[in-house]
């Protein structure tokens, strides 16, 4: 029951409209020639939301050879980030998007901020969902396909489970990549465990278990983007950053009260 209010305090919320529609006709004349698409790509889309994490996530979905002889994939991103930080006060470089947030004043939870994601992509050409995407950590870009998460995580049957380990992740700030977060629970931590309802809070207690031990921890397994296994979603922390989620971890194992786990 606990369990359940807390997903409920915090369920996604709404954005004025308006700005959504303003944000989208900005990023339309910022692709110009090169737009193809802008894409729900994040939690929405997968039932993953919190109101506590990234409001919205688009990919703007860009011709496969936009910029090829300008910067390429660091161009993109740069330019994008440039455009933005001219028209918004609060922009930020994530490590494959730009974030924004918005003062509303209007949402009445816990803050009138909505942040919102936007990661540009060149789409691959032919009948494909595949993009490549630049990576501002390091310098470097990936493809992947966000269809392909999409339907993964949204039908995985964990998403009350992932919803919980990202506000423990929010209510701690810890750097744990939603992506990675996603596949580490679906395909390592809570696989072959019951998907029914009634066991969401024995699951979640499991996950934490297993992100705190010393012997076994799957934040050291190698874990692979289904739709790019060179995509290596397991290296998107470093050892140290991963520390830090097993200190969490332990500290919140040694509560016998959900309410000092979760609030």
């Keep these: 029951m606990y369990l359940d209010n807390i997903l409920q305090k915090y369920s996604a919320r709404n954005s004025n409209n308006e700005d959504i529609v ?15 698409d802008i894409l729900d790509s994040g939690s929405r889309a997968k039932n993953t939301a919190i109101s506590i ?18 910067g390429g994939l660091k161009g993109i991103y740069d330019s994008l980030f440039s455009k933005l930080s001219g028209i918004y006060t609060n922009v930020f470089k994530q490590n494959v998007s730009v974030r924004i947030e918005l003062d509303t004043g209007k949402t009445i939870i816990t803050s009138n901020k909505v942040s919102i994601d936007i990661t540009p992509a060149r789409k691959y050409s032919g009948n494909t969902n595949y993009h490549s995407l630049y990576v501002s ?16 995580v949204s039908n995985s049957g964990r998403t009350n489970e992932i919803k919980l380990l990202k506000i423990w992740r ?7 990549p939603s992506i990675y977060l996603e596949y580490l629970v679906i395909n390592n931590i809570l696989l072959n465990r019951s998907k029914a309802s009634h066991n969401m809070g024995d699951n979640f207690w499991h996950a934490l278990r297993e992100l705190a031990k010393d012997v076994g921890n799957p934040l050291f397994a190698r874990i692979t983007d289904p739709s790019n296994t060179n995509n290596i979603l397991s290296e998107s922390l470093t050892n140290a950053e ?13 509560h016998n009260d959900w309410r000092q786990i979760v609030w």
């Design 22 to 36: 303003n944000l989208k006709s900005i990023l339309r004349e910022w692709a110009h020639e090169c737009y193809i």
């Design 242 to 254: 991963k520390n830090l989620i097993i200190k969490q971890a332990k500290n919140s194992i040694n």
């Design 170 to 176: 929010e209510l701690n700030k810890i750097d744990f």
């Design 137 to 152: 950590k390091t310098g470097t870009w990936k493809v992947t396909n966000i269809q392909r998460h999409i339907s993964d």
């Design 53 to 70: 994490s990234s409001d919205f996530d688009y990919v703007v979905s860009l011709t496969s050879n936009c910029n090829e002889n300008s």
